[in-house]
């Protein structure tokens, strides 16, 4: 029933491991987003996919990848994660118009 | 680059009292949303403003849009506490969906 579900809600790990949060949406939409939301609750887009082509990559280090198999997915795969990586992340799926994007529950990134 | 700036940040009010949130954005944008979010929960939508004048009311919220003025505004009417959360205006250009800082509310007996 959910319409965009991200897994895993909650993620430790230590510094230097590498890590994979997926998104998946059942909604249709053609286009999906990755943002951070950091300790002020300031939102940062991330990336974009439209149709499965990557639209926005907004200075993000290049550990960071993204991947869309297919439409209705948009995973998120860190390497070598630093301290400054701890954040939730935020999975979002719109359609081109007129609607809002829907976000999933979140991933609370730890990274010890 | 879109830029999209919330005031004030910080906001605490009395229960009844009314106040507005102002949201600016730099470019021009084809759309403006408004969220909430709870304390450790994901973001919900409130409202989409799509056009020039949009105006659009639920309960004690009510957000407007001036695209001439790159001005949002969501104006709360006799706060309720149930209303405490932060409220994040976005724009959005195509695929590049930009937020603001969001403005957190606590409503006060």
């Known amino acids: 029933d959910t319409a965009v579900s991200q897994t895993p809600k909650y993620l430790v790990t230590q510094m230097g491991n590498d890590k994979s949060i997926k998104c998946e949406q059942n909604?249709?939409?053609?286009?999906m987003y990755w943002y951070k939301q950091d300790s002020k609750k300031f939102l940062k887009i991330m990336f974009s996919y439209n149709n499965k082509e990557l639209i926005i990559n907004e200075t993000v280090p290049n550990r960071f990848s993204p991947k869309s198999p297919d439409k209705a997915h948009l995973n998120l795969h860190i390497n070598s994660l630093e301290l400054g990586d701890s954040a939730v992340y935020f999975c979002a799926s719109s359609q081109e118009w007129p609607t809002e994007a829907f976000f999933g529950q979140g991933t609370r990134l730890t990274v010890v | 680059e879109l830029k999209v700036e919330q005031n004030p940040l910080f906001l605490s009010m009395q229960e009844g009292k009314n106040y507005t949130i102002y949201c600016n954005y730099s470019?021009?944008?084809?759309?403006l949303y408004w969220y909430r979010q709870d304390p450790g929960k994901s973001l919900e939508s409130l409202f989409v403003l799509l056009s020039n004048g949009a105006v659009k009311q639920e309960g004690r919220l009510m957000a407007s849009l001036d695209t001439k003025a790159r001005l949002s505004t969501l104006h709360i009417t006799a706060a309720v506490h149930d209303l405490s959360a932060t409220y994040f205006c976005?724009?959005?250009?195509?695929?590049?969906?930009?937020f603001g800082a969001g403005t957190r509310l606590t409503v006060k007996p």
């Open positions: 976005a724009v959005d250009k195509t695929y590049d969906m930009r």
């Open positions: 909604l249709g939409h053609d286009t």
């Open positions: 470019t021009t944008s084809d759309r």
